[in-house]
C-alpha cells in the first residue's frame, strides 16, 4: 500500500496569529470599557472608524499587492492595530483623525514596508506620531472625566463633535480639558509645584481623574496576556521599570518639580504602552534578554520626552526610536547556544 | 537527586501514551520473508557472507561491519537467501539500497550460541568485541554502533556517569516503558555489563514521571540487583527530555560540548533498549535480531507492542496487528515529532526501528498555511539547544547560510518543538534541514575546490620547477659543451661523415 508523505513534525501547531490577536482583543476590553464608563462615547466612534478603516485599508493593500486577501484579514492583526490606534487618540477627535490615522498605519507604515511580520515600526504609533505632529490642535481635545462634566456626557455632543461642526466655544470650554500630563507638564514650566498643581479636579488620588481607572483596567488586561502567556513578562516589566526608575530618582531628588511614580505609571499611554503596544512581536526585540532592554529604553526614553521633551506623551516616539534600536539589540543579546561557553 | 532544566521544551504536548502503554510484549510471529539493508546503522553498509540460494539459521551472521564505524547484521529466522538486490529502505527520501531477502522456512532453527556465565570474568576488549559482533546499535533511534561508545579502554577519556536513557518522551512510543516494566532484571543485568566496562562510578536509569508503574517495576529490580551504583530516576516529562543532550543536562546539569560528544564531559549515555540488547549478546550470547516496535495510531485496527524479527516487512507488521482502518493516512516511522513518513509499506523495518505510527489525518497534519513570522520568539523560547530559530529561518529562506551556520545551525537537533508553537505555521525544522544539507554540499564542493586549487597551485609549481630544471641542464649541457675542445669534436664528425659518405659510393660501383 502507498501513502503519501510529507515531513515532521506531524503534529498540528499548537498556536496561531489569530489567536493570539482574538487574545489581545479581549484582553483590551477592560481598558475599552473603562475609558467609555469615564469619557464617554467618543472612544467608540474612534474604534469603530479605525478598525473599519484598517480591515479595508488591509483588504485593498493586500488586493493591490496580490496576496490572499482571507487568511491575512483575518489573522485579525490589523484589527488590533486599528484599535490600539483607536484607544490612542483623543476622544473627541474629528471622524477624519482616525480615518487618515488608521490609513497611515495600515498602507505606509506597514504594507509599505512589506506588510504583517516585515514593518520596522509599530503602525499604530507611526499614525499617532505623523497626527500628533500634523493636527496638534485636534489631537489635544480630550473630554473631561464623566464626574467632572458640569451635566454628563450626551451621545449627541459627542456626534456632534466627531461628525457635525464642532459646538460652540461656550460648550467645548465646558467639556473638554487637557490631559492630566499637559497640563502637568504646562503648569511646572508656569513655575508651580506638583502639589500645587494637583490640587486641581482633574488630578485624582493616583494619577488623573479617571486616567487612574483606565490604566488600571489596562494594567489587568496586560496581566491577562502574561497569564495566557499571549506575551512574556519582560517587555512590560521593562517598560514599567524604566519609567518607575527613571521617575523614582527625580522624585526623590526634586520632589517639588518631579510627580510621582506612580503619577507616571498611571498617566497616559504607560499602561496601555507597556502591555499591548511595546509588546506588538513584529517590531520588538526577540531575545528574552533583548526584549527587556528594548523595555527599559522604552519607559526611560518616555519619561524624558514627558519631562524634557516638546510632548506631553512620550511613549509613541520612544516605542518608535527604540523599534529603530532593535537589530542592535538583538545582536548583542543572542543567547548562549546549548553546549557553547 | 537534583535535576536540572534544559531550555524550553513543550511540557503540554499531547502524549498519547494511553492508545499503547498498557498493552504487554508480544512475541510476533516469524513473517515469511526478511528484508536486510546492509546500511541500518551510522557509519559504512555491511557487506554480505552469504549468496542467493544459502540457506541460513536464526542468529547466523549474513554480513559484516566494514571498517571501524559499521554493524554486521544476523538471520532472524532460518531459511533461504533469495535475493541479494537493492531494496526500498525506511529512509525519508524513498531511496532504494543493497538489501539481503530471506525467504524463511518457518522452523526458525537457531545458530548455536554459548551463554556467559560471569561476564566479569572476560576483559574489556572481549566484552567490546562480543557486543559488536552481535550487531549492537543504539536502539533508540540513532543507530550508532554501541561497541565503539563502550571501547573505553583504547581512549584515554574517563568515565564517571553512565546514564540510561528510558526517557521516551516522543508521543505514542511505548517500547521502551513496556520493556522496563516487563523485563527490568534483565535490563539492570545489561547496566552492570557497562558499568564494568566502562569502570564508571554511578548508573543513572531515567524514565518520565508520566509512567510511575513503570518507576515502581524500575525500583523493585533495583532493589533486588543490589548494586547501590545504580539508580532510578524519574524527571519531569518534558518533550524532548529524551533527547541525549537534553537527558544529560537534566541529570547532571553538565552540557555535552558543542561538536563534541557525551564522552568529552564523562558521561556515557545509552538508550535501555540497547541495554537489553547487550544483556541478551553478552549474558545469552544471542546476537541482535529482533527488537520491541510499537505499532499504533488510528491507521491500525489494534494497536501493539511487539517484539519482531528484524526485517520485517511493515505490511507484514500491521498485519499482525489486524490491518489498517479506514483512516490510514501517513506512515510514519518513529514518533510523530522527529520520525518521517514512508511512501510504501513493503519498507522493512530496521534495527532503529521503534515505532510504526499510522497516522488519521487528524492526527498527523498534511500541510500547513505558513502566514510570514512575526518575530513573537517562541520559538526561541521553546528550544532546547537555546538557538534563534526565527533567525535561523530568516538566513535558511534567503539563502545567508553561512549566517545561519553562524548562528549555530548545527547544534539545532531537529525536535520540532519550534514548529509546534509558531503561530504563522511556519515549517521551521523543514527550512533547518534544508540549510543544513546546502551547508554540507557547499562545504563538501568548498573542500573539492580546494583540493582543485591546491593541485592545480601544486601543478604550477611543478612545471615552473621543471622548467627551471631544464633550463639548468641544458645550461650545463652547453657550459660542457663549451669546456670540451670542440672544433676538435666537429673535425673529427665531419671526418666520419666523409668516410661513410666515400663507404657508400665504393659500394654503389
Redesign the interface.
Request: with cysteine.
Given at each position: 500500500m502507498h501513502f503519501l508523505t510529507s515531513n515532521a513534525p506531524f503534529i498540528a501547531p499548537q498556536n496561531s496569529i489569530q489567536k493570539m490577536m482574538l487574545w489581545v482583543l479581549l484582553a483590551l476590553f477592560p481598558g475599552i470599557i473603562t475609558m467609555i464608563w469615564q469619557f464617554g462615547f467618543g472612544v467608540l466612534f474612534n474604534i469603530v472608524i479605525c478598525v473599519s478603516t484598517a480591515v479595508l485599508a488591509e483588504a485593498l493593500m493586500l488586493y493591490l499587492r496580490g496576496r490572499p486577501i482571507l487568511p491575512f484579514v483575518s489573522d485579525l492583526s490589523a484589527v488590533v492595530t486599528g484599535l490600539l490606534l483607536a484607544l490612542a487618540l483623543p476622544t473627541l477627535a474629528p471622524w477624519w483623525i482616525p480615518f487618515i490615522g488608521a490609513i497611515i498605519a495600515i498602507v505606509i507604515a506597514k504594507h509599505l514596508y512589506g506588510g504583517l511580520g516585515y514593518n520596522p515600526f509599530n503602525p499604530a504609533m507611526i499614525a499617532f506620531a505623523v497626527l500628533m505632529v500634523s493636527f496638534p490642535k485636534s489631537m489635544t481635545v480630550w473630554t473631561l472625566p464623566y464626574s467632572l462634566l458640569p451635566s454628563g456626557a450626551h451621545l449627541s455632543d459627542t456626534f456632534s463633535f466627531v461628525f457635525g461642526s464642532p459646538p460652540a466655544k461656550e460648550v467645548i470650554d465646558a467639556m473638554t480639558a487637557a490631559t492630566p500630563l499637559d497640563e502637568m507638564k504646562t503648569q511646572l514650566g508656569l513655575s508651580q509645584t506638583v502639589s500645587e498643581i494637583r490640587s486641581a479636579s482633574i488630578f485624582g488620588s493616583l494619577s488623573g481623574t479617571g486616567w487612574q481607572w483606565v490604566s488600571i483596567a489596562y494594567l489587568v488586561g496586560g496581566l491577562l496576556l502574561l497569564f495566557k502567556k499571549v506575551i512574556s513578562w519582560h517587555i512590560p516589566v521593562g517598560v514599567l521599570a524604566g519609567l518607575f526608575v527613571m521617575s523614582l530618582a527625580f522624585y526623590l531628588f526634586e520632589p517639588g518639580v518631579s510627580p510621582s511614580p506612580t503619577f507616571h505609571l498611571l498617566s497616559g499611554g504607560a499602561m496601555l504602552g507597556a502591555f499591548f503596544i511595546a509588546t506588538d512581536p513584529v517590531t520588538a526585540a526577540t531575545t528574552l534578554k533583548g526584549r527587556f532592554i528594548y523595555g527599559v529604553l522604552i519607559g526611560a526614553l518616555t519619561y524624558i520626552i514627558r519631562t524634557w521633551g516638546g510632548y506631553p506623551e512620550g511613549i509613541a516616539f520612544a516605542v518608535i526610536l527604540i523599534n529603530m534600536a532593535v537589530p542592535l539589540i538583538d545582536h548583542y543579546t543572542q543567547p548562549r547556544v546549548y553546549g557553547h561557553k | 537527586m537534583r535535576l536540572w532544566r534544559?531550555?524550553g521544551g513543550l511540557p503540554?504536548?499531547?502524549e498519547h501514551k494511553n492508545e499503547s502503554v498498557h498493552l504487554p510484549i508480544e512475541i510476533a510471529p516469524v513473517p515469511a520473508q526478511l528484508i536486510y539493508p546492509l546500511r541500518q546503522h551510522i557509519g559504512n553498509a555491511a557487506t554480505p557472507l552469504v549468496e542467493v540460494g544459502d540457506k541460513v539459521l536464526r542468529g547466523q551472521k549474513i554480513a559484516d561491519a566494514q571498517g571501524l564505524i559499521s554493524a554486521p547484521i544476523h538471520a532472524g529466522s532460518s531459511g533461504t537467501v533469495t535475493s541479494l538486490a537493492d531494496h526500498l529502505i525506511p529512509h525519508?527520501s524513498?531511496f532504494s539500497a543493497p538489501s539481503i531477502t530471506i525467504e524463511t522456512d518457518g522452523l526458525d532453527n537457531e545458530a548455536s550460541h554459548t551463554p556467559c556465565a560471569d561476564f566479569r570474568q572476560l576483559s574489556v576488549s572481549e566484552l567490546v568485541s562480543i557486543i559488536r559482533e552481535a550487531g549492537i546499535v543504539g536502539l533508540g533511534g540513532a543507530a550508532f554502533p554501541t561497541a565503539i561508545k563502550l571501547d573505553n579502554q583504547s581512549k584515554s577519556r574517563h568515565i564517571d556517569t553512565l546514564i540510561l536513557n528510558g526517557a521516551e518522551c516522543e508521543?505514542y512510543i511505548s517500547c521502551d516503558d513496556r520493556l522496563l516494566k516487563e523485563r527490568a532484571d534483565r535490563v539492570l543485568d545489561g547496566i552492570e555489563v557497562l558499568l564494568h566496562m566502562l569502570g564508571a562510578k554511578r548508573a543513572i536509569l531515567a524514565i518520565e514521571d508520566n509512567v510511575p508503574d513503570t518507576f515502581a517495576s524500575i525500583q523493585a529490580a533495583v532493589n533486588k540487583n543490589g548494586n547501590a551504583n545504580i539508580t532510578g530516576v524519574q524527571i519531569p516529562t518534558i518533550y524532548p527530555t529524551g533527547g541525549e543532550?537534553q537527558l544529560i543536562?537534566t541529570l547532571t546539569g553538565k552540557?555535552?560540548?558543542?561538536?563534541?560528544i557525551p564522552a568529552d564531559i564523562g558521561i556515557v549515555s545509552i538508550n535501555v533498549g540497547t541495554v537489553y540488547a547487550v544483556q541478551q549478546a553478552v549474558i545469552e550470547g544471542k546476537p541482535l535480531t529482533s527488537r520491541i516496535v510499537t505499532v499504533t495510531g488510528e491507521g491500525v485496527k489494534t494497536p501493539r507492542n511487539l517484539e519482531v524479527r528484524i526485517g520485517t516487512p511493515i505490511?507484514t507488521l500491521v498485519d499482525m496487528c489486524d490491518g489498517?482502518t479506514p483512516f490510514?493516512?501517513?506512515?510514519?516511522m518513529?514518533g510523530?515529532?522527529?520520525?518521517?513518513?514512508?511512501?510504501?509499506?513493503e519498507i522493512p523495518m530496521v534495527k532503529a526501528t521503534n515505532c510504526i505510527l499510522v497516522?488519521s489525518k487528524h492526527?498527523?497534519?498534511?500541510?500547513?498555511?505558513a502566514?510570514?513570522?512575526?518575530?513573537?520568539?517562541?520559538c526561541?523560547?521553546a528550544c532546547?539547544?537555546?538557538?534563534?530559530p526565527?533567525?535561523l529561518y530568516w538566513f535558511s529562506k534567503s539563502d545567508q547560510l553561512e549566517k545561519a551556520e553562524k548562528?549555530?545551525l548545527f547544534?539545532c537537533i531537529?525536535c520540532?518543538c519550534c514548529?509546534?508553537?509558531?503561530?504563522?505555521?511556519i515549517?521551521l525544522?523543514?527550512h533547518f534541514?534544508y540549510a543544513k544539507s546546502a551547508l554540507k554540499v557547499q562545504n563538501h564542493e568548498k573542500h573539492l575546490s580546494d583540493v582543485a586549487r591546491e593541485r592545480f597551485e601544486a601543478r604550477e609549481v611543478r612545471i615552473a620547477r621543471n622548467k627551471a630544471e631544464r633550463a639548468e641542464r641544458s645550461r650545463k649541457k652547453k657550459a660542457a659543451l663549451k669546456s670540451k675542445p670542440a672544433k676538435e669534436e666537429i673535425e673529427a664528425a665531419i671526418t666520419r661523415s666523409k668516410e661513410r659518405k666515400q663507404r657508400s659510393t665504393e659500394g654503389e660501383n
Amino acid at each position: 500500500m502507498h501513502f503519501l508523505t510529507s515531513n515532521a513534525p506531524f503534529i498540528a501547531p499548537q498556536n496561531s496569529i489569530q489567536k493570539m490577536m482574538l487574545w489581545v482583543l479581549l484582553a483590551l476590553f477592560p481598558g475599552i470599557i473603562t475609558m467609555i464608563w469615564q469619557f464617554g462615547f467618543g472612544v467608540l466612534f474612534n474604534i469603530v472608524i479605525c478598525v473599519s478603516t484598517a480591515v479595508l485599508a488591509e483588504a485593498l493593500m493586500l488586493y493591490l499587492r496580490g496576496r490572499p486577501i482571507l487568511p491575512f484579514v483575518s489573522d485579525l492583526s490589523a484589527v488590533v492595530t486599528g484599535l490600539l490606534l483607536a484607544l490612542a487618540l483623543p476622544t473627541l477627535a474629528p471622524w477624519w483623525i482616525p480615518f487618515i490615522g488608521a490609513i497611515i498605519a495600515i498602507v505606509i507604515a506597514k504594507h509599505l514596508y512589506g506588510g504583517l511580520g516585515y514593518n520596522p515600526f509599530n503602525p499604530a504609533m507611526i499614525a499617532f506620531a505623523v497626527l500628533m505632529v500634523s493636527f496638534p490642535k485636534s489631537m489635544t481635545v480630550w473630554t473631561l472625566p464623566y464626574s467632572l462634566l458640569p451635566s454628563g456626557a450626551h451621545l449627541s455632543d459627542t456626534f456632534s463633535f466627531v461628525f457635525g461642526s464642532p459646538p460652540a466655544k461656550e460648550v467645548i470650554d465646558a467639556m473638554t480639558a487637557a490631559t492630566p500630563l499637559d497640563e502637568m507638564k504646562t503648569q511646572l514650566g508656569l513655575s508651580q509645584t506638583v502639589s500645587e498643581i494637583r490640587s486641581a479636579s482633574i488630578f485624582g488620588s493616583l494619577s488623573g481623574t479617571g486616567w487612574q481607572w483606565v490604566s488600571i483596567a489596562y494594567l489587568v488586561g496586560g496581566l491577562l496576556l502574561l497569564f495566557k502567556k499571549v506575551i512574556s513578562w519582560h517587555i512590560p516589566v521593562g517598560v514599567l521599570a524604566g519609567l518607575f526608575v527613571m521617575s523614582l530618582a527625580f522624585y526623590l531628588f526634586e520632589p517639588g518639580v518631579s510627580p510621582s511614580p506612580t503619577f507616571h505609571l498611571l498617566s497616559g499611554g504607560a499602561m496601555l504602552g507597556a502591555f499591548f503596544i511595546a509588546t506588538d512581536p513584529v517590531t520588538a526585540a526577540t531575545t528574552l534578554k533583548g526584549r527587556f532592554i528594548y523595555g527599559v529604553l522604552i519607559g526611560a526614553l518616555t519619561y524624558i520626552i514627558r519631562t524634557w521633551g516638546g510632548y506631553p506623551e512620550g511613549i509613541a516616539f520612544a516605542v518608535i526610536l527604540i523599534n529603530m534600536a532593535v537589530p542592535l539589540i538583538d545582536h548583542y543579546t543572542q543567547p548562549r547556544v546549548y553546549g557553547h561557553k | 537527586m537534583r535535576l536540572w532544566r534544559f531550555n524550553g521544551g513543550l511540557p503540554s504536548l499531547a502524549e498519547h501514551k494511553n492508545e499503547s502503554v498498557h498493552l504487554p510484549i508480544e512475541i510476533a510471529p516469524v513473517p515469511a520473508q526478511l528484508i536486510y539493508p546492509l546500511r541500518q546503522h551510522i557509519g559504512n553498509a555491511a557487506t554480505p557472507l552469504v549468496e542467493v540460494g544459502d540457506k541460513v539459521l536464526r542468529g547466523q551472521k549474513i554480513a559484516d561491519a566494514q571498517g571501524l564505524i559499521s554493524a554486521p547484521i544476523h538471520a532472524g529466522s532460518s531459511g533461504t537467501v533469495t535475493s541479494l538486490a537493492d531494496h526500498l529502505i525506511p529512509h525519508p527520501s524513498g531511496f532504494s539500497a543493497p538489501s539481503i531477502t530471506i525467504e524463511t522456512d518457518g522452523l526458525d532453527n537457531e545458530a548455536s550460541h554459548t551463554p556467559c556465565a560471569d561476564f566479569r570474568q572476560l576483559s574489556v576488549s572481549e566484552l567490546v568485541s562480543i557486543i559488536r559482533e552481535a550487531g549492537i546499535v543504539g536502539l533508540g533511534g540513532a543507530a550508532f554502533p554501541t561497541a565503539i561508545k563502550l571501547d573505553n579502554q583504547s581512549k584515554s577519556r574517563h568515565i564517571d556517569t553512565l546514564i540510561l536513557n528510558g526517557a521516551e518522551c516522543e508521543p505514542y512510543i511505548s517500547c521502551d516503558d513496556r520493556l522496563l516494566k516487563e523485563r527490568a532484571d534483565r535490563v539492570l543485568d545489561g547496566i552492570e555489563v557497562l558499568l564494568h566496562m566502562l569502570g564508571a562510578k554511578r548508573a543513572i536509569l531515567a524514565i518520565e514521571d508520566n509512567v510511575p508503574d513503570t518507576f515502581a517495576s524500575i525500583q523493585a529490580a533495583v532493589n533486588k540487583n543490589g548494586n547501590a551504583n545504580i539508580t532510578g530516576v524519574q524527571i519531569p516529562t518534558i518533550y524532548p527530555t529524551g533527547g541525549e543532550k537534553q537527558l544529560i543536562k537534566t541529570l547532571t546539569g553538565k552540557e555535552v560540548p558543542s561538536g563534541g560528544i557525551p564522552a568529552d564531559i564523562g558521561i556515557v549515555s545509552i538508550n535501555v533498549g540497547t541495554v537489553y540488547a547487550v544483556q541478551q549478546a553478552v549474558i545469552e550470547g544471542k546476537p541482535l535480531t529482533s527488537r520491541i516496535v510499537t505499532v499504533t495510531g488510528e491507521g491500525v485496527k489494534t494497536p501493539r507492542n511487539l517484539e519482531v524479527r528484524i526485517g520485517t516487512p511493515i505490511n507484514t507488521l500491521v498485519d499482525m496487528c489486524d490491518g489498517y482502518t479506514p483512516f490510514a493516512d501517513r506512515l510514519i516511522m518513529g514518533g510523530p515529532m522527529m520520525g518521517f513518513a514512508l511512501l510504501n509499506d513493503e519498507i522493512p523495518m530496521v534495527k532503529a526501528t521503534n515505532c510504526i505510527l499510522v497516522a488519521s489525518k487528524h492526527e498527523a497534519i498534511t500541510e500547513k498555511q505558513a502566514m510570514p513570522c512575526i518575530r513573537c520568539g517562541l520559538c526561541a523560547s521553546a528550544c532546547p539547544a537555546t538557538l534563534l530559530p526565527q533567525q535561523l529561518y530568516w538566513f535558511s529562506k534567503s539563502d545567508q547560510l553561512e549566517k545561519a551556520e553562524k548562528l549555530n545551525l548545527f547544534d539545532c537537533i531537529e525536535c520540532g518543538c519550534c514548529d509546534v508553537v509558531c503561530p504563522s505555521h511556519i515549517p521551521l525544522v523543514q527550512h533547518f534541514r534544508y540549510a543544513k544539507s546546502a551547508l554540507k554540499v557547499q562545504n563538501h564542493e568548498k573542500h573539492l575546490s580546494d583540493v582543485a586549487r591546491e593541485r592545480f597551485e601544486a601543478r604550477e609549481v611543478r612545471i615552473a620547477r621543471n622548467k627551471a630544471e631544464r633550463a639548468e641542464r641544458s645550461r650545463k649541457k652547453k657550459a660542457a659543451l663549451k669546456s670540451k675542445p670542440a672544433k676538435e669534436e666537429i673535425e673529427a664528425a665531419i671526418t666520419r661523415s666523409k668516410e661513410r659518405k666515400q663507404r657508400s659510393t665504393e659500394g654503389e660501383n
